[in-house]
């Protein structure tokens, strides 16, 4: 991938993840996070991780923010204008953000050698093939812990929707 | 596409020594322009006047025969007309958003295009995750819809958006779960490399290479349509309860652009299941002209393709609308474990016989051909039945 187009896509996908932040109605912040999502999943294919970017955009922009929607719109959330005060909140914030800065900027300046190093790429790397193998192989463990953890998620959502739904006086806001 | 611009170039049509680069450009450039202008936009408009004439016709009425021989030029009628129409943007809408829409649901059924296997040499970019990349861009549809449901700021957009989520996100899990079958039995995601693991005889097609494929192949075409929202699962824009769903609020060409991509993605639904299922281009090789045998497998793979269009279009003729409850059901309690047990079968399948079972292809064939004789003979009974006149001259 050329660098103007690594730098034109990155611009995009700051633009997209600082619209997330300062867009006033959360409709708006979570398409400027699907902006965001598709043009990681387009940097991943120009990095040649074809398989993993188009997985992307068919999980994350496809799927799970079609999700996020459904939970914005049935909360009923609207745009709210910034509250006052807070201010632990902010300086909590402002710590945290400053920490990853920070973080990001020592990459910068001291790379580690993992990153600097040219190491050869197997031909067949990105390939749905490459990608099995490792998930398969050294991976399984870990691939296999975070379906179990998947699982809880799931089992842990019905379980609350149950107690919502069999709590005696019905759903909030619902008919008694 | 590299390929036919290569043995064009061997065969002298640029001079001796040609600029590779630029005439691949052009070739590319050239290619989308036939493609998009030549084939997708038509092809949307034509299938509309055909959608309406076999619709009419099976509800024994006319249907739209006015303009042109039989009505043919319908299309570009209604087309000119939602041009001339004027763009209404809803005072309360989310202007951004309301106008940005009709957009991003025209780039979903663009995007495709790029890898639609015509013929051996005949495609955009033979990528090795073709399908994958497939599944992926039209998965951008949804987006599209719901944003258009939304920022109309209308009860009844908002609730076709909906519908419209529930149904897409619901659907591309059985369909994505149909399409592995194929791609296990192919060993690659690539369009042309699924294609050329399957022969130009219906028993070498995957559709009939096992039971499992094909109930894949069913499974897929039903999701597909739920995907396209197609009748009987039509409920984002049921008229009769939504006025039109998420298109409510639209006029003239950005409701145009909903209902372009409507109606083209029944040619992306038909050239997925041809591609992964019915053999996609493979003809016999009769010819060894590239030119030849490029022509008669783009006329193969169109045919096979429109003729699951025209079944699409039949199916929307036929049968009524279903509940919203049951279309959960039907993806939830049947589609979605039929697929998993395919997928779990056509694995087992291909660890008990690594080359193929000879017989079982014969077996799915005849099975599949008792079915089409049955159906002949319950619609030949009640053509036997009805008065013939109007079934007999399409050109009323």
Known sequence: MPLWLFIFLAALAIIGAAGVVLQRHPVHSLLSLVMTLVVIAVLFIGLGAATVGFLQMIVYAGAIMVLFLFVIWLLNLQSQPLEPGHLALKFLGSLGSAALIAELLLFVVHPPPAITQNRAVAMDFGSIGRLAQSLFTDYLIAFEATSVLLLVGVIGGVALARRTTAGGGGAPGGTP | ?396
């Open chain 2, 1 to 396: 596409m590299q390929q036919l611009a290569d043995s064009l170039i061997a065969q002298g049509m640029f001079g001796a020594n040609p600029p590779r680069d630029l005439i691949y450009a052009l070739f590319i450039f050239v290619f989308s322009l036939i493609v998009f202008l030549g084939i997708a936009f038509p092809f949307a408009g034509i299938v509309s006047w055909v959608e309406r004439r076999v619709w009419a016709r099976m509800q024994s009425r006319c249907g739209p025969n006015r303009v042109g021989p039989n009505g043919f030029l319908q299309w570009l009628a209604d087309g000119l007309k939602h041009i001339c129409k004027e763009d209404l943007i809803p005072a309360d809408s989310d202007p951004a958003l309301f106008k940005f829409a009709p957009y991003l649901v025209i780039l979903a059924f663009t995007l495709p295009w790029a890898v639609m296997p015509f013929s051996s040499q005949l495609i955009l970019a033979d990528l090795n995750v073709g399908i994958l990349y497939m599944t992926s861009v039209t998965a951008l549809t949804v987006v599209g819809v719901l944003m258009a449901g939304w920022a109309s700021n209308d009860k009844w957009s908002l609730i076709g958006g909906i519908r419209s989520a529930a149904q897409i996100v619901s659907y591309e899990i059985p369909a994505g779960l149909s399409i592995f079958p194929a791609v296990l039995m192919a060993g690659t995601l690539s369009m042309q490399g699924i294609i050329k693991a399957q022969g130009w005889a219906p028993w070498t097609w995957f559709a009939f290479s096992n039971p499992f494929t094909f109930i894949a192949a069913n499974v897929l075409y039903i999701s597909a349509l739920a995907e396209g929202n197609r009748t009987p699962f039509d409920l984002p824009e049921a008229e009769s309860e939504l006025v039109a769903g998420f298109a409510t609020e639209y006029s003239g060409m950005r409701y145009l652009f909903f209902f372009a991509a409507e109606w083209g993605n029944l040619f992306i639904i038909g050239a997925i299941i041809t591609t992964l299922f019915l053999g996609g281009w493979q003809f016999p090789l009769i010819s060894n002209n590239a030119v030849v045998m490029n022509v008669l497998q783009l006329i193969t793979f169109n045919i096979k393709v429109l003729f699951l269009v025209f079944i699409s279009v039949w199916v929307r003729g036929t049968l009524p609308r279903v509940r919203i409850d049951q279309l959960m059901s039907l993806c939830w309690k049947y589609l979605v474990p039929i697929s998993f047990v395919d997928l779990v079968g056509t694995a087992a399948w291909i660890a008990i016989w690594p080359s193929g079972n000879s017989v079982a292809p014969w077996i799915m064939l005849a099975l599949f051909l008792a079915i089409v004789v049955t159906f002949l003979r319950r619609v030949l009974h009640y053509f036997r039945r009805s008065k013939m006149e109007l079934y007999l001259s399409p050109t009323i």
